[in-house]
């Protein structure tokens, strides 16, 4: 069974670059049945989708996040990684990852449980 | 980019009540491409349907998602206890997913 799971820094400071990895367990990332997300939720607030990638392919970002956003894919560790450069308070937020089946058209069907980033100084 | 509009914002209801959630899009969504989500509280969201009516497997039957175009509706037939929570519906089109801001579903 496909198993997600978050980590990296809870804290970060404002201007620097927010890093995380989601590693996938049960699963391969290279298999074509999937693409692989991140989502955050600031405090209090709603989900926000920020990025999809496919093992082989270029990624999609949130245009709102575009310009700061670099998701990528590392196959030998069977992870994927989100890069936000230039943070701020508004970054403040849960991040999960999550994998996105063909079989359920590309929806988020399995989550990581969520790590929590606050931007501060 | 697609934006989603749920109503209500918050929904009232006792248990074994019908709850009736609304999902609005900008522009039409392809059917296959819609999807609703439960989170309760300190959890990650859980999918619940997707391709606008199929449910997940292990869902309840009491879940139950239509719509077509621009309005979705996502149904819970009678309320137990563990549904109140927040639903989301999202939609992936032309490679952008987004989401819409969520309905509470709270106890009376």
């Known amino acids: 069974q496909l198993q997600l799971q978050e980590s990296g820094p809870g804290l970060v400071k404002p201007s620097e670059t927010l890093s995380l990895t989601c590693t996938v367990s049960g699963g391969s990332i290279s298999s074509s049945s999937y693409f692989w997300g991140w989502i955050r939720q600031p405090p209090g607030k709603g989900l926000e989708w920020i990025g999809t990638?496919?093992?082989?392919?270029?990624?999609y970002y949130s245009p709102s996040l575009k310009s700061r956003v670099t998701i990528s894919v590392d196959t030998s560790k069977n992870q994927f990684s989100l890069k936000l450069s230039s943070v701020t308070a508004a970054d403040t937020a849960v991040y999960y990852c999550a994998s996105l089946q063909f079989y359920y058209y590309y929806a988020m069907d399995v989550w990581g449980q969520g790590t929590t980033v606050t931007v501060s100084s | 980019e697609i934006v989603l509009t749920q109503s209500p914002g918050t929904l009232s209801l006792s248990p074994g009540e019908r709850a009736t959630l609304s999902c609005r899009a900008s522009?039409?969504?392809?059917?296959?491409?819609l999807a609703w989500y439960q989170q309760k509280h300190g959890q990650a969201p859980r999918l619940l349907i997707y391709?606008?009516?199929s449910r997940v497997t292990g869902i309840p039957d009491r879940f139950s998602g239509s719509g077509s175009g621009t309005d979705f509706t996502l149904t819970i037939s009678r309320l137990e206890p563990e549904d109140f929570a927040v639903y989301y519906c999202?939609?992936?089109?032309?490679?952008?997913?987004?989401f819409g801001q969520g309905t509470k579903v709270e106890i009376k």
């Open positions: 522009q039409s969504v392809s059917s296959n491409y």
């Open positions: 391709a606008a009516s």
């Open positions: 999202q939609q992936s089109g032309s490679s952008l997913w987004t």
């Open positions: 990638i496919f093992y082989s392919g270029s990624p």
